[in-house]
């Protein structure tokens, strides 16, 4: 048994990803264009180094927890991630720190959520914390990493790699549109290419389509403007619409004459976003209810809501539910319709 393991905590939507179903498993998200998250997660693994994954729904599943840990009894370390923050690296660069308490794991040139620690000290933790009165304030996960780790951390160690961040639904939009500038590296090419999607095929940009400084993904049709953007597979951007600074993911049609400007629209089950219609654009705003996390004007339209033609989307808006009629929603508003 190696002397070290990979504890990968397991996280599904919440508020951090509004207009996504609550409760979706987040290695479910598409990114990239052709993959899932999962399938950085997976590639990540080797056989000779133990990945445990976790999800923690209830207290009861500390208890489950602790018992694993204490069997390990040739484990003297443990490294602390989760499904929000993807890693590509060595793990036994990472291992080979020797300490008491806890440390801050920073991969390459961007900070990331990892963490390592002895794992008889994170047992004591643990069982300090089933202890604890009342129902967790925020998700498990979301309380041990953003609170209790990030607080309690002694020393930052610095490990070559590369972090992705996917812990809400604005880095998400950010990691996409990255994308960009990833194909630049080497090294993430060799990640890229190593993930392997037999289902890759051509997109295609008809006359009179243009794409500037954008990324197209796998039988996308292009017959309109594509600038600054991420599209996934299986988009159609229509003739006279325009994309913007923007990520589309699959199944979503975006039609004739349609503009959309710094926004993420999810997945779409086969959503048409009508024809004429005005979705976000640049600026400063920030949505009310969720100033934090749709911020810089991101707009997000939810998984599957209807966009009926003509409609007027502002910048900082979030668009989910259901919806039967025109829409009209101004900066910084939520529309979630019933």
């Known amino acids: 048994m190696a ?7 397991n996280e599904t939507a919440d508020v951090n990803y509004p207009g996504v179903p609550k409760g979706r498993p987040l290695d479910e998200l598409p990114v990239w264009m052709e993959f899932r ?70 991969v390459g040139t961007v900070p990331s959520d990892m963490y390592i620690i002895n794992r008889e000290h994170f047992i004591r933790l643990m069982l300090k914390w089933v202890k604890r009165e009342g129902d967790f304030n925020l998700n498990f996960t979301e309380e041990l990493f953003d609170g209790f780790l990030f607080r309690n951390f002694e020393r930052i160690v610095q490990i070559p790699g590369r972090s992705f961040l996917f812990r809400n639904v604005y880095e998400y939009f950010r990691e996409n549109l990255k994308l960009r500038e990833y194909f630049l590296d080497n090294d993430f090419l060799g990640l890229y290419t190593g993930l392997n999607n037999p289902q890759a095929r051509g997109a295609t940009i008809s006359e009179g389509g243009t794409v500037k400084n954008s990324m197209i993904g796998s039988g996308a049709l292009v017959e309109g403007l594509v600038e600054d953007s991420v ?45 004429e219609s005005s ?47 025109l829409l009209e929603v101004e900066d910084g508003v939520t529309f979630n319709g019933t």
Not at 3 to 9: D, E, P, Q, R, T
């Open 3 to 9: 002397n070290f393991c990979v504890l990968l905590f």
């Open 37 to 106: 998250i999962r399938d950085i997660l997976q590639h990540e693994g080797r056989e000779d180094i133990p990945f445990i994954p976790f999800l923690c729904r209830e207290k009861t599943d500390l208890f489950s927890l602790v018992a694993l840990l204490e069997n390990r009894k040739d484990t003297r370390t443990l490294i602390l991630r989760r499904t929000g923050n993807a890693v590509y690296t060595d793990w036994e660069n990472i291992a080979r720190f020797s300490l008491r308490g806890i440390a801050k794991v920073r």
């Open 231 to 275: 599209i996934f597979n299986g988009v159609r951007i229509s003739r006279g619409a325009a994309v913007r600074g923007s990520v589309i993911l699959p199944s979503n049609t975006v039609d004739v004459g349609a503009q959309v400007a710094n926004t993420v629209i999810l997945e779409g089950n086969g959503r048409i976003i009508g024809s």
């Open 279 to 325: 979705i976000g654009r640049i600026s400063d705003n920030a949505n009310v209810n969720l100033p934090k996390i749709l911020k810089k004007g991101l707009t997000v339209i939810g998984e599957g809501i209807v966009i009926p033609p003509s409609s007027r989307i502002g910048s900082g808006c979030l668009v989910c539910g259901n919806n039967r009629g």
